[in-house]
Antibody, heavy 119, light 108 residues
Framework: QVQLVQSGGGLVKPGGSLRLSCEAS????????MNWVRQAPGKGLEWISY????????QYADSVQGRFTVSRDNAKNSVFLQMNSLRADDTAVYYC????????????WGQGALVTVSS | AIQLTQSPSSLSASIGDRVSFSCRAS??????LAWYQQKPGKPPKLLIY???RLAGGVPSRFSGSGFGTEFTLTISGLQPEDLATYYC??????????FGGGTQVDIK
């Protein structure tokens, strides 16, 4: 069965960095686009990034452009989100999400990782 | 970016009721719309994609309709486990992929 297991959340000071990981199983990871979506406390969902199956194409929301970097290691069935210059408004639960493929929707989600940016 | 407006922001209904809520796009998006269900403390779950296609394993009481700028999610026979927040998402024009603000469904 499809599983996305996340790690790497935590408390970080403003201006700091954090790296999130998402390990996939149960599907052909190397043929699948992956996404990151976040949800601030008590708020709605915000798409922040996607990466193509080979890693050659990446895109970001304006809110994180230039600060966050998505990458993947297909040999390890893993996708990563490197977050730099973190701000208080980056505080959120971060989800990795599998792209359905034929449609740019998210058919499987990780369990989420809470990132808290606070001094 | 395409904006999605969901209404109402919350509703309360009884078990067995037929409930519907709306998602309006700021510009035409064909049928490129999905619906998700999110229960408290859990990640979202894909319910509907391409406006009306049911995702795998989703009960048939959920249905989606619409095209262009107006979309509807309907639950035919509300169940206790349907207590959740429902989000729409467009995939017609991106980046960015965008979500609506959500409709919270409570059980009376």
């Amino acid at each position: 069965q499809v599983q996305l297991v996340q790690s790497g959340g935590g408390l970080v000071k403003p201006g700091g960095s954090l790296r999130l990981s998402c390990e996939a199983s149960g599907f052909d990871f190397s043929d699948t686009w992956m996404n990151w979506v976040r949800q601030a406390p008590g708020k709605g969902l915000e798409w922040i990034s996607y990466i193509s199956s080979t890693g050659s194409t990446t895109q970001y929301a304006d809110s994180v452009q230039g600060r966050f970097t998505v990458s993947r290691d297909n040999a390890k069935n893993s996708v990563f989100l490197q977050m730099n210059s973190l701000r208080a408004d980056d505080t959120a639960v971060y989800y990795c999400a599998k792209d359905k493929g034929d449609y740019s929707v998210f058919d499987y989600w990780g369990q989420g990782a809470l990132v808290t940016v606070s001094s | 970016a395409i904006q999605l407006t969901q209404s109402p922001s919350s509703l309360s209904a009884s078990i067995g009721d037929r409930v519907s809520f709306s998602c309006r796009a700021s510009q035409a998006i064909s049928s490129a719309l999905a619906w998700y269900q999110q229960k408290p403390g859990k990640p979202p779950k894909l319910l509907i994609y391409d406006a009306s296609r049911l995702a795998g394993g989703v009960p048939s009481r959920f249905s989606g309709s619409g095209f262009g700028t107006e979309f509807t999610l309907t639950i035919s026979g509300l169940q206790p486990e349907d207590l959740a927040t429902y989000y729409c998402q467009q995939f017609n024009s991106y980046p960015p992929l965008t979500f609506g603000g959500g409709t919270q469904v409570d059980i009376k």
